[in-house]
Structure formats: structure tokens, C-alpha cells
């Protein structure tokens, strides 16, 4: 069992930068590879950014490509998010996940309980 809080979220101008952070309990988290989705009003729960058990491997949608990059700490139980470069369409609730390496939200288990990020214009 893993449970996920995230923080870091805010209300941002355009052009700038947020970090976000999820804190994970449970003597397993360095099993699982994390994941970061979003989820905007009105709009499906969408894959922004994905890092392996061991830190190796990440991948990140394009949309966010350049701008975004995922890390993880598995001594402190923690995985960030950088987001740079903010633009007013990266506005969502940003939610933080554990699971299986993946880009669908059907690859993760356990699941935070999300963090709004709001870029204004």
C-alpha cells in the first residue's frame, strides 16, 4: 500500500515556474515507477510525465516536453515535478501516481489527491 500527498501548486504568471512534490508513505514506494497526470475542467485525466523504480528511465508527454522534467528521491520517498515555462493551458489539477510504467491512468495503482496549479495570462 502506498499513499501519495502532493504539494507545490499555486496560482503562477505566464512564463513562470512551479515545483511540485509528492511525498509517498509506505516501505515499497522504490518498487513502483511514478507517474504525473492532469486534469483540466470539463477535460479527461490526461499523462503529463513518467519516471522508472530506479530513476533510469522518464518519459514525458509532448506537450510538455522542454518545459517539464520528473525526478525522484527514493531515500526521501519523494517525486518532483519542475514545471518551467508555465502557460495558461497547463492550468489542471495536477495529480501524482504509483504503479506500473505507463502513459494511461489504468497503469497506476494509487493515486494522490491532486494539487491545483493555475497559470494566469
Known amino acids: 500500500q502506498v499513499q501519495l500527498v502532493e504539494s507545490g501548486g499555486g496560482l503562477v504568471q505566464a512564463g513562470g515556474s512551479l515545483r511540485l512534490s509528492c511525498a509517498a508513505s509506505?516501505?515499497?514506494?522504490?518498487?513502483?515507477?511514478m507517474g504525473w497526470f492532469r486534469q483540466a475542467p470539463g477535460k479527461e485525466r490526461e499523462f503529463v510525465a513518467t519516471i522508472s523504480w530506479s530513476a533510469s528511465r522518464t518519459y514525458h508527454a509532448d506537450s510538455v516536453k522542454g518545459r517539464f522534467t520528473i525526478s525522484r528521491d527514493n531515500a526521501k520517498n519523494t517525486v518532483d515535478l519542475q514545471m518551467n515555462s508555465l502557460k495558461p493551458e497547463d492550468t489542471a489539477i495536477y495529480y501524482c501516481a504509483a504503479g506500473g510504467w505507463g502513459t494511461t491512468t489504468t497503469s497506476y495503482d494509487y493515486w494522490g489527491q491532486g494539487t491545483q496549479v493555475t497559470v494566469s495570462s
Open positions: 509506505g516501505r515499497t514506494f522504490s518498487r513502483y515507477a
